[in-house]
Every structure is written in C-alpha cells, then in structure tokens.
C-alpha cells in the first residue's frame, strides 16, 4: 500500500473499529463517522461520546456514506487492505496492521502518530498509571491467591480473552491473577472452549460478558447445567456481568470503565459481603 500523505490537523476523519474510534476520542479527536457504532447500546463505555458521528457500518464499510462525509483522513485496519484502492481515492487512507501488532497499546500508539497527538496521548497514558496504582494500592493483598476469570458468551459460543489480550493487560497491571488454563498465549488472544471444558472457566471470581439478549439467553441456558453449578466462584456466588464491548474495547477510554468495574465488584461490593 506504499507511504500516505497524512494531512497536517485534519479536520474530517473517520474511523473504523470501535478501538480506533476510542483512541481517536482519548486524543480529543471526534471523528465525523466510524463502523460499529450500531452495535453500541446506553450501557457501553461510549455511551453519550459518539452522538452526531455517523455510521459507516459494520464491516465492510458503507462506502456511499465515506462519500457523504467527504473526509479528509481514513483510519482503519489491515481488515480493509482490498477496499485500500478506493478508499484512497476518498481521502489519504491509512491502515493498522492489526496481523502483525496485536497489542492494543501499538494501536494507540498508530493513532497518536498519525494524528500527531503525542502531548495527549502522554496525558492520557498518566491517568490509566494514576488509575492503576489507585487501583492496586485499594486491592492490597486481598486478591493475592485469587484467580479471575473471564468468559465472553455469543451465541452458542463460549471463550475468554487470553494471555497479552486488552483485559488480561488490564488485570496483569493492577496486580490480579488468571487460572492456568486462561493464562496462554493463543491466536489473536481469543481462547474458545465448548460446555465440556466448562471447567476452563472456573476461578475464584468469574466476569461473564454477553454480547446481546441471545447470548443472554445462552448464559441463562449455563447456568442450568451441573458443570456451571459446580465452579468454585458460583458455588461462592462471585460471578459478575460485565459489558461485552467494553471489556474487549481495546483503548484507554474502555480501560477507564474495565477499572470501574474493577472497583465496583471487587472494593465495593465485595466490602458489602
């Protein structure tokens, strides 16, 4: 795809992917479109940030409303690299490649590079540090021997973000464990596992992420079953709900509310108990 021209301050950019958008907005950034927004709902991390954005879709991007927005920059992903030929005759178009820099973080640093936000991205990086060690002096020791699991549901599907992967980051950086069977690397961090290795699950703590009302109604489904009923943090009645899109958000302003939740299942609930 060569070298592109990025314009110097642009003024109408669009993004695609939820993470690129959050970066963008953590830089003070509001993109005038992005893909993905229809999937958001009033209880994502996004909640009151992208009014008046316009949607370009899910994926592929809707190109006739590119044109309507008549941008001046295009952030996306290597997901697009054969859309490359006509988005860059839209505007200067410049793609992540998410196949070789997996980490969250590397995108953040793509974004501030291209939009030349380096003074807020260190603002920015110094409030995730100051929450983090907030964080980390609250817990103290109390979750020292404590394992905490993650499990994602869509329908008829069940995984957990893995080892390196933008919540186990999160969890690692506040000084919390994961089970064994979660902590490995594993393609694209996504480990999935079937009802029968319900066990991998298991921790002393369980966030549970459903994507929409039928993985919803799939985790009602689990919960009905002997291997569900049988994990140590069910039995202790230590499994939360957590928001699916914001725990797999990938950027700073989805970390700000992974630390809230942080802070509200494991300080201030569990002092309640």
Not at 157 to 175: C, H, Q, W
Request: aromatic content about 10%.
């Amino acid at each position: 795809m060569g070298e592109t021209c990025v314009p110097i301050n642009p003024q109408r950019i669009v993004t695609f992917s939820l993470p690129t958008l959050g970066n963008a907005l953590v830089l003070g950034v509001k993109p005038l479109g992005s893909t993905f927004i229809d999937m958001l709902n009033e209880h994502t991390y996004l909640e009151g940030k992208v009014d008046g954005i316009k949607s370009l879709g899910i994926f592929p991007p809707n190109l006739e409303n590119i044109l309507l927005v008549k941008p001046d920059l295009i952030i996306g992903w290597s997901a697009e690299k054969q859309l490359y030929p006509l988005l860059s005759k839209i505007a200067p178009t410049v793609l992540y490649d998410s196949q070789q820099q997996k980490n969250w973080r590397n995108l953040f640093d793509f974004v501030t590079q291209v939009l030349g936000k380096q003074a807020a991205a260190q603002q920015a990086w110094e409030h995730y540090n100051q929450r983090v060690e907030k964080l980390k002096a609250a817990l103290g020791d109390r979750y020292k021997n404590k394992e905490i699991s993650l499990v994602f549901l869509a329908p008829g599907v069940i995984f957990t973000e893995a080892k390196n992967s933008f919540p186990d980051s999160i969890l690692k950086d506040v000084g919390l464990q994961r089970p064994k069977a979660q902590n490995v690397i594993v393609p694209f961090t996504q480990l999935y596992f079937s009802l029968e290795e319900l066990e991998k699950a298991d921790g002393d703590i369980i966030f549970v992420g459903t994507l929409n009302d039928d993985s919803q109604k799939f985790l009602e489904q689990l919960k009905q079953k002997p291997l569900w009923k049988h994990l140590r943090a069910v039995q202790q009645n230590h499994v939360y709900p957590i928001n699916y899109l914001t725990w797999r958000g990938s950027n700073l302003l989805a970390a700000d509310a992974v630390i809230d939740d942080l802070y509200k299942y494991l300080i201030i609930n569990e002092s309640k108990n």
